[in-house]
C-alpha cells in the first residue's frame, strides 16, 4: 500500500519541478538574447560614432598618444598626425595638441615624436604644443586640458582612431572640453582581425569608463 502513496506524491511534485527549470530556462534565455541585443547594439555604436565628422572648425585638435618606435612615430600614430596635419592646412584648426609621454625604456616621448614629424612637413613649433605626462587615454586629455588653459583655447577637435572616439569624447567631456570627434581616415587597422580586435578592446573599455568614470 506504500509504493502508490509514494509514486503519487511524486506525480504532484514532478509538474511544479518542471514548471521551475522551465521558467529558469526562460529567464536565462531571455538574459543571453538579451546581453546578445545590447551588445551588438553597442558594438555597432562604436563603430558608427567614429566616422562621424561634421566638418567644423575648433582652435585646436587633440592627437591622441599611440606607440612611437625610437624617433619615428609607428604606422598608427602616423595615421593619427597626418590626419591632424590635413585639418590644420584645411584652415579647421590653428593649433595642434599633441599627446602622450614616454613608453617603457622610450628615449623620446610620443608627442615630442609627434613634434618633430608636424614641424617637418611645415607647421611652424609655435603651433605645435606638446605634453610628455601622459600614458594612457585619461590623461591625454587631463594634459591637454592645462595647455588649453594655458594657450586660452576653448574647443577642440579630438583626432584618433575610429573606434576609439566613443570613449574618448566622453573622456573628453568629463573633464569639461568643448571637443568633437575627428577619425583618420586612412587608420592602420587595415585587416578585418585587427579591426575586430580594436572594436572589442574599446568595447569592453568602454564599458570600463562607464564604470569607474576615469
Request: charged letters at 20%; aromatic letters at 10%; one cysteine or more.
Amino acid at each position: 500500500m506504500q509504493e502508490p502513496l509514494e509514486e503519487t506524491a511524486r506525480d504532484t511534485q514532478s509538474p511544479q519541478r518542471h514548471w521551475w527549470q522551465y521558467k529558469r530556462m526562460k529567464v536565462s534565455a531571455c538574459l543571453i538574447l538579451s546581453f546578445l541585443l545590447y551588445s551588438s547594439w553597442q558594438l555597432w555604436s562604436i563603430h558608427a560614432f567614429g566616422h562621424r565628422d561634421d566638418g567644423s572648425s575648433a582652435d585646436c585638435a587633440i592627437v591622441l598618444g599611440a606607440a612611437a618606435w625610437h624617433d619615428k612615430p609607428s604606422p598608427v600614430f602616423e595615421a593619427r598626425i597626418d590626419h591632424a596635419i590635413e585639418l590644420y592646412k584645411q584652415g579647421r584648426v590653428s593649433k595642434l595638441i599633441l599627446t602622450g609621454g614616454h613608453g617603457k625604456g622610450a628615449e623620446y616621448a610620443e608627442s615630442e615624436v609627434a613634434q618633430t614629424y608636424c614641424h617637418a612637413q611645415g607647421i611652424p613649433l609655435e603651433n605645435l604644443i606638446i605634453e610628455t605626462q601622459s600614458n594612457t587615454t585619461s590623461q591625454n586629455f587631463a594634459e591637454a586640458k592645462k595647455l588649453m588653459r594655458q594657450q586660452k583655447l576653448s574647443s577642440a577637435l579630438i583626432v584618433s582612431d575610429p573606434w576609439h572616439l566613443k570613449r574618448a569624447l566622453s573622456l573628453a567631456k568629463r573633464r569639461g572640453l568643448k571637443a568633437k570627434p575627428s577619425a583618420t581616415t586612412n587608420s592602420r587597422y587595415q585587416s578585418r582581425s585587427a579591426q575586430y580586435s580594436f572594436l572589442l578592446r574599446e568595447y569592453f573599455f568602454l564599458h570600463m569608463h562607464y564604470l569607474s568614470g576615469v
